[in-house]
């Protein structure tokens, strides 16, 4: 049975830094493109950074790009989600997401995901 369990959200003042985890089970990081997406009520959900099949090509969101860095460790079964700079516009619930390929990722579709962590940041 797959499971994808984020942590590591929280309240962080605007400038400021956090680093989400996704612990993956009953799945190979190495067979799947994984994904960080954040959805806020009323808005589209977006995918803020993806790496295909751990380690591979990573993207972003231009939105994020140049502030968050996503990341794996196989030997944890652990995707990582370094955010910096967080402004109040990132504000969301992020769920990490894993497809079996990257185009579909890109398109929103997944396989699992995880139940999200909210980010908060205030002004």
């Known amino acids: 049975q797959v499971q994808l369990v984020e942590s590591g959200g929280g309240l962080v003042q605007a400038g400021g830094s956090l680093k989400l985890s996704c612990f993956g089970s009953?799945?190979?990081?190495?067979?799947?493109?994984m994904g960080w997406f954040r959805q806020t009520p009323g808005k589209e959900r977006e995918l803020v950074a993806s790496i295909a099949y751990s380690g591979g090509r990573k993207s972003y969101a231009d939105s994020v790009k140049d502030r968050f860095t996503v990341s794996t460790n196989n030997a944890k079964n652990t995707m990582y989600l370094q955010m910096t700079s967080l402004k109040p516009e990132d504000t969301a619930m992020y769920f990490c997401a894993a497809s079996e390929f990257s185009t579909r990722l890109r398109s929103g579709e997944f396989v699992h995901r995880g139940q999200g962590t909210q980010v908060t940041v205030s002004s």
């Open positions: 009953g799945l190979n990081f190495d067979a799947y493109a």
